[in-house]
């Protein structure tokens, strides 16, 4: 395609990028040991509901107090509810394969859930597991998390997912 007045070439191109997960970096190892960690501010009396406030994702500080959140807890075990749902038929790039999918909030059951509905996805066809059809999916049906054994420098938010934990 090059000729002498107009030479193009294809020069391979490549960057590591350093990327910190600052303060909430144990939400992500705790992926890694298939766990599910929050933050918890018990500032209650500062908060708008007077009550402890849990985020999932998890965040480092408080926006109703701005009071510095260094208390984790470990959600692994807790009761999770399917909270809203979509199912998205388009995506970007790197879940393009993915499609269609189902997009989820997640309701941490015994928690305010103002700050603590976990988007991910939920999967409805995995062996092994509860299978349900795309019309059985009920907004308050109880979900569980499994999670994608994958190194820790390449866990992401996406490995993390939930199934059914309940037939319809
Ligand atoms: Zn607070």
Redesign the pocket.
């Known amino acids: 395609m090059a000729d002498n007045n107009n030479l193009i070439v294809d020069l391979p191109y490549h960057i590591n990028y350093r990327h910190s997960y600052g303060k909430v970096s144990p939400y992500f190892v705790g992926l890694k040991n298939k766990k599910i960690l929050g933050t918890i501010?018990r500032?209650k009396e500062?908060?708008r509901s007077k009550t402890e406030?849990l985020f999932l994702p998890p965040r480092a500080d408080?926006p109703?107090?701005?009071?510095e959140?260094k208390e984790w807890v470990d959600l692994t075990d807790n009761e999770f509810r399917l909270y809203t749902y979509t199912i998205a038929y388009f995506a970007s790039e790197s879940f393009l394969n993915q499609v269609p999918y189902i997009l989820i909030n997640v309701e941490v059951v015994g928690y305010d859930t103002s700050y603590s509905k976990l988007t991910s996805t939920l999967v409805i066809n995995e062996q092994g597991e509860i299978n349900i059809k795309p019309e059985e999916i009920r907004i308050g049906m109880k979900i569980k998390p499994k999670f994608r054994d994958v190194p820790l420098e390449s866990i992401t938010a996406n490995s993390v997912y939930f199934v059914p934990a309940e037939k319809p």
């Open positions: 501010c500032n500062k908060h406030l408080c109703e107090c701005m009071a959140i």
